[in-house]
C-alpha cells in the first residue's frame, strides 16, 4: 500500500483453507523486489517475487525451518536464520539468486533474527548461547562475533541506527511482575554498537509491552 495506507494490493494468495503460511516481508534495497518465507509450519522456505508479486522464486530449498530474510545493503545478498539445517538454530547468508549459501555461526546455541549495519559490514543477531537471548554483533563473514548485551535477561529485535553507531532492541531487563500485574513487560532500550554498558539508555518506561524498534532513517545522535 501507499504510506498513506491507500491503494491496498494483494501480492500473495494463500487462504485459510492452505497449510501454507507466509511472514516478514522486507523489501530489496532498489524497491523492486521483496523476500519473504513461506511454507508450512516447520518448513518455510525463502522466496523472492517482484514488487508487484510477480515472478515468485523459490531461494532455498531444504527440509529445514528457514525465516526472517533481511538485505544486505546493496541488495547482493539476503541473511536468514534456519532451525533444524544443523543441530541448533544458526545464520546464514546467500546471493541474491540463492547461490553461494554460507553458514555464518556454528556455536551450539540458537542464532536468530540477523540484521545488517547500514554499510553491510556486519550483523546483529540475537542468541541464547549463553543461556537467555542476549544481543551479538559480527562482522558479515562471520567472524568476531562478540555480545553487546549482557544483562542477562531476555533481550530480543536488535535495529541498527542509520549511522551503525547505535542499536536498539527491546528487553525484559527491567522487567517487574507481580501478584497484581504478571506480565513481563519488555522495553525498549539503545546501546553503542560496540557494547560498551555504560553506553545504554531506556527509552521507555511504562507497564505496556514494548517492542520491535525502528530507527527514523534521517535520525542522528
Known sequence: MRANGSDIQRLTYTTLADVDEEHFPGWS??????????????????????????????????????WAPVWSPDGSKIAFHSFFRTESGDIFVMDANGEALVRLTTDPGEDSFPVWSPDGQRIAF???RRGNHEIYVMRSDGSNQIPITQNGANNQTPSWSP??????????????????????????YTISADGFVSSQIRLTNNRAIDAYPRWSPNCRN
Request: charged share 25%; proline share 9%; aromatic share 6%.
Open 29 to 66: 534495497p532498489d524497491g523492486a523486489k521483496i523476500a519473504f518465507m513461506y511454507g508450512p509450519e516447520l518448513n518455510h522456505e525463502i522466496y523472492v517475487m517482484n514488487a508487484d508479486g510477480s515472478n515468485r522464486v523459490n531461494l532455498t530449498n531444504h527440509p529445514a525451518d528457514d
Open 163 to 188: 549511522d551503525g553507531n547505535r542499536i536498539a532492541f527491546a528487553s525484559l531487563q527491567d522487567s517487574r511482575p507481580n501478584e497484581l500485574d504478571p506480565r513481563p513487560n519488555l522495553e525498549i
Open 126 to 128: 540475537v542468541s541464547n
